[in-house]
C-alpha cells in the first residue's frame, strides 16, 4: 500500500492492492472463492471508490490482463519437480515471465486496438528488456537513492539507456499496427478471440480465435462517395482544425494549438482522430497562418503521418517549411478537383505578401469547398473586417456557403454584416475555448448572426462538429452525451438549428 502511495495510486496499483487484500481477508476468513469472483469484487471496489476510473483504459487494461494470466492457467497442474540449482531456477523464472508477456501480448492486442486504434508491434521485445530492467535495478536503486543519493544517477543512467533502445525500437519500419475505429460487434468478437486464444484448450479450438481477432486489424474504412465530402470540424479548444475528406483524399486545414512543451492538439486530438478515421495520409496541409492556435499541432502531424503537400502563408525560413515534402504559399485563385469535389482558395492575394511586415490574420487562407450536389463550406481562418470587405467587393458570389466556419473564432474584429450577407450561412461553426480568455465568440459578433437568423454552434459546447457525406450533420457531444455534459444549447438563443426552408445541406441536432 505505502509503495501504491508513492507510485501515484493508479488503476493498477489500486488493483494489485486491493486484490492482495482480498484475497488476505479470504485466507484468514477460511474462505475460497473463485478467482473470477475476487476479480470481480476488486474491479467492484476500484470502481466504487473512484467512479471514474471505468472510463480509462488503463482500468480495463489492468484488469483483463489479469483475468487473461489467470484464465490460461491449465485447470489442474501436476506437482512441480524441485528445482536444482540456481541456474535452473532463473531459467524457469524466465520462461515464466516469457509466456507472461506472450499471453499479454496477444489477449491485449484487441483491446488495444479498441480504445487507440493501434498495437505496438516491437511492445513484446520492448517489454522483455524493460520489465527486468526496471522490476530489478532502477526501481531498487530509485528507492534506495533516499539513503544514498549517489544511486539515483546509476539508476538515471539506466533510464537514459533504456530510453536510447526503446527509441531505436519505436523507430523500426511497422513498430506501430494501425487500424481504423471498427464496429462494435467486430470488437466484440476480436476481444472474444482474445479470450480463446490464451485459454488452456485443445489448439483446433484455439484456432477459431484468428478468425475472430482478424477483422478488426483491418476494419473496413468508411469513405464518402463520389463527388460527396465529409466534414469533421474537430474539438481542438482555443484554435483552429477542420478535416475534409473525399472518395480518395483528404486535407486538413489548421492543426490546432500547443499547449505545452509535450502536449499539443495535433498529438492529443488530431492524430487519434485520423487514426479512427483510418485516414493515414494527408493529401494536403494547409495552414492558414503563423498564429500557434492554428498552427502548434502541425510538428506531431508532419512528423507521424504521410503529408503529400504543404500550403501556407508561412513566412520564408519558417521551421515547418524545412522538408522535401512539396510545398507552396497558399494564393487566390489557386483551385483543383479531387473526386468530383472543387477547392477554391479565396485569400491572399499576391499582393498581400508583398506588404511590409504583414499582421499574420491578415494573411489566412480562405478556403472554398463545393460538393457535386453544390453544397458549399468555408474556412477562413483568422480572416479580419478589412480583408472580409474587399472579398465581399471583389466576389460576393464566391463567398456564398452553406457551411461557414466563423473568422477568427468569433472576434470582434471580423464577421462584419457584409460579410455575413455576402455568406448567408445556414450555419455558422466557431472553433474557441470553452470560456477561453479572449471571450470568443464576442456577443456582438453573435448578435449579428441572430440578427440574421443565422445559428451558431461552438466546439466549446458543441464537441466535434461532423457532416457526413449524405448531408447529415451532428454535433459529436450532442450525439453521444455524457452525465457531466451540461449547458448544450444552440447560440444565439432563439437561432435554430434546421431552416424554415429546405436547405441544399440538412442539418439535424442529434
Known sequence: AAYALLAGWGVPAQRTVWMLAAAALLMQLGVRWPWTLVLLVVAALVALIDPWALLQPGFWLSFVAVGLLLASEPAARAPAAPVAGRLAALWKATRHGVRTQVIATLGLAPLTLVFFQ??????????????????????????????????????????????????????????????????????????????????????????????????????????????AMQVVVADVGQGSAVLVRTRSHALLHDTGAQYTRDSDAGTRVLLPLLRALGVTRLDLLMLSHRDNDHVGGAPALLAALDVKALSSSLEAGHPLLAGLRPQQRCEAGQAWVWDGVQFRVLHPRAEDYARPNPKPNTLSCVLAVTDARGRRLLLTGDLEAEQEARLVRDDPAALRSDVLLVPHHGSKTSSSPAFIDAVAPHVALVQAGHRNRFGHPAPEVLQRYAARGTPVLGTASCGAWVAASDGSAACERWRARRYWHHGLEVAPQGGKLTPEEPAPWPFTSR
Open 118 to 227: 493501434q498495437v505496438s508491434v516491437v511492445g513484446f521485445v520492448a517489454n522483455l528488456v524493460a520489465i527486468p530492467l526496471v522490476t530489478l535495478l532502477v526501481t531498487p536503486l530509485a528507492l534506495l537513492g533516499v539513503l544514498l543519493p549517489p544511486l539515483w544517477s546509476i539508476a538515471a543512467l539506466l533510464v537514459q539507456a533504456l530510453s536510447a533502445l526503446l527509441g531505436v525500437l519505436a523507430a523500426w519500419p511497422g513498430a506501430v499496427w494501425t487500424a481504423a475505429a471498427a464496429p462494435w460487434w467486430m470488437q466484440a468478437a476480436a476481444l472474444a478471440g482474445a479470450a480463446l486464444l490464451v485459454m488452456p484448450l485443445p489448439g483446433a479450438l484455439r484456432a477459431l480465435a484468428i478468425p475472430l481477432m482478424l477483422p478488426l486489424f483491418a476494419p473496413p474504412v468508411v469513405r464518402p462517395a463520389e463527388g
